[in-house]
């Protein structure tokens, strides 16, 4: 954790055939555009989602989708400084919180979304 990864030819190739399996004819040629191999970043970033909720805790999850062992979010409170993990689903992305309550969209193999609702026990 915290440790910038290389993007590989082979993370590189399964991210394009990714996007481009579930893209429509006016999408295909946006993903050729975004994956050609100019456009790939020589480091993954550590972040991919970033909420900051209404109670001042700052919500951080990983930018590293589909590990397979479901994704981490790290909870960051600066008024009593602490920092919390939490795993969720392997294929989550976090899209809101509210309290203790964590909003995700969750994907299943086929590419079919659905909506869930975790409750953190012993926020504080």
């Not at 969720?88 to 992305?93: E, H, L, N, S, W």
């Amino acid at each position: 954790t915290g440790v910038q990864t290389q993007v590989t030819d082979a993370v590189w190739d399964s991210l394009a055939h990714w996007y481009m399996s579930r893209a429509d004819a006016r999408g295909k040629p946006v993903f050729r555009t975004i994956f050609n191999e100019a456009a790939k970043p020589a480091l993954r970033p550590l972040v991919g989602v970033v909420i900051a909720s209404a109670d001042g805790r700052l919500w951080l999850q990983e930018a590293a989708p589909n590990r397979g062992v479901g994704e981490r979010v790290y909870v960051v409170d600066v008024a009593v400084q602490s920092l919390l993990q939490i795993e969720v689903p392997d294929r989550a992305r976090l899209l809101d919180v509210v309290g203790d309550t964590l909003l995700v969209r969750l994907e299943t193999d086929l590419g079919v979304h659905s909506l869930a609702q975790f409750v953190i026990r012993g926020l504080e």
